[in-house]
T-cell receptor, first 115, second 113 residues
Framework: TQLLEQSPQFLSIQEGENLTVYCNSS?????LQWYRQEPGEGPVLLVT?????EVKKLKRLTFQFGDARKDSSLHITAAQPGDTGLYLC???????????????FGRGTQLTVWP | DTGVSQDPRHKITKRGQNVTFRCDPI?????LYWYRQTLGQGPEFLTY????????KSRLLSDRFSAERPKGSFSTLEIQRTEQGDSAMYLC???????????FGSGTRLTVV
């Protein structure tokens, strides 16, 4: 079983549409990150959220960390073909001794944006 | 220093052979992680180092897998007696003591035939 559940697993939309990707867990995280990965490459960090209820914006992307620090969402406004990729959430467990230890990853959401 | 470098990018090997992968981190990053990723899955933790000390190993890391980070610089991941189930992308990531985010390398794609 995955510690972080992402939904949906696949998303195929037209350019200009809005979308939201969810990342949920029953565990509490000290921090949560979102990455984007393209085929044959390593994931690239988009954002880190560390405070419950925190909202961060990166151009057309809005990231939110749940109040209880168990979940997060990624919202993309007016999606473009360049947003196509695998979006991964990853978190560091709160009860671990170090917040700089391992990260737990979700399975990812494969987003395809058609022109 | 342009990022995390992994070598080779691709490796095809016959079942039963040994393989070794190398990761060169960003020089200021003292923490180095190895992950494995198969198709349709997120990265799966294998092991991590703080400087030269190996601080955690996944239970998934069988005794055929070994990792080293001599002198706290580059790291190697060796797989002995490879099996078809070892086919995956092996990712190296590093970070410094202040930031939460990982910087990943481009990975090594292993195919065991």
């Amino acid at each position: 079983t995955q510690l972080l559940e992402q939904s949906p697993q696949f998303l195929s939309i037209q350019e200009g549409e809005n979308l939201t990707v969810y990342c949920n867990s029953s565990s509490v995280f000290s921090s949560l990150q979102w990455y984007r990965q393209e085929p044959g490459e390593g994931p690239v960090l988009l954002v880190t959220v560390v405070t419950g209820g925190e909202v961060k914006k990166l151009k057309r992307l809005t990231f939110q960390f749940g109040d209880a620090r168990k979940d997060s969402s990624l919202h993309i406004t007016a999606a473009q073909p360049g947003d196509t990729g695998l979006y991964l959430c990853a978190g560091a467990l709160k009860d671990r001794g170090s917040t700089l230890g391992r990260l737990y990853f979700g399975r990812g959401t494969q987003l395809t944006v058609w022109p | 220093d342009t990022g995390v470098s992994q070598d080779p990018r691709h490796k095809i090997t016959k079942r039963g052979q040994n393989v070794t992968f190398r990761c060169d981190p960003i020089s200021e990053h003292n923490r180095l992680y190895w992950y494995r990723q198969t198709l349709g899955q997120g990265p799966e933790f294998l092991t991590y180092f703080q400087n030269e000390a190996q601080l955690e190993k996944s239970r998934l890391l069988s005794d055929r897998f070994s990792a080293e980070r001599p002198k706290g610089s580059f790291s190697t991941l060796e797989i002995q007696r490879t099996e078809q189930g070892d086919s995956a992308m092996y990712l190296c990531a590093t970070r410094d003591s202040l930031n939460y985010g990982y910087t990943f390398g481009s990975g090594t794609r292993l195919t065991v035939v």
